[in-house]
């Protein structure tokens, strides 16, 4: 699916910020929230976040992959809500696999800077059974800062 076209004040708001909070769906259809750090691509449109496989919020995406991310600022009064579909990859098996190399690109992008010790951080990647979620952005709305 083509990236949607998203307001700039809509997309530099959510460029501002990369920490927010996911919504999924349990299976009775109520939603599940989990506090997430990410990273942003407004080119693609495209979220992407270290998740942990045995997670609820994981569970809830592989049963339906519809999600929810909302954006908050600081005071709370201004935000957005992203929504699409998350895809999942293959938990890290390997600290040289290709998940690894997609969450070391999360980590620099979020950190703003390199980890101390990547092999340390790769081997703890395969040991959490980390994984990479892409929410690929179909709707948008909230009140971001107005110009």
Not at 4 to 13: A, E, H, N
Not at 52 to 60: G, I, P
Request: hydrophobic letters at 40%; proline letters at 4%; aromatic letters at 6%.
């Amino acid at each position: 699916m083509a990236a949607m076209t998203i307001d700039p004040r809509v997309s530099d708001f959510v460029m501002q910020y990369n920490v927010g909070s996911l919504a999924t769906l349990k299976r009775d259809g109520r939603p599940q929230l989990s506090n997430i750090s990410y990273t942003y691509d407004a080119e693609s449109g495209l979220v992407r976040m270290s998740l942990t496989d045995d997670r609820a919020k994981v569970k809830n995406l592989r049963r339906d992959p519809r999600a929810s991310m909302l954006v908050q600022s600081r005071d709370a009064w201004t935000y957005v809500v992203v929504e699409g579909d998350l895809a999942l990859t293959e938990a890290a098996t390997s600290p040289d696999d290709a998940t690894c190399d997609e969450l070391v690109e999360i980590y620099r992008a979020i950190a703003g800077k390199d980890h101390p010790d990547w092999d340390e951080y790769r081997t703890a990647m395969v040991e959490e059974k980390r994984l990479v979620g892409r929410l690929a952005i179909t709707h948008a709305y909230g009140l971001p800062a107005r110009s």
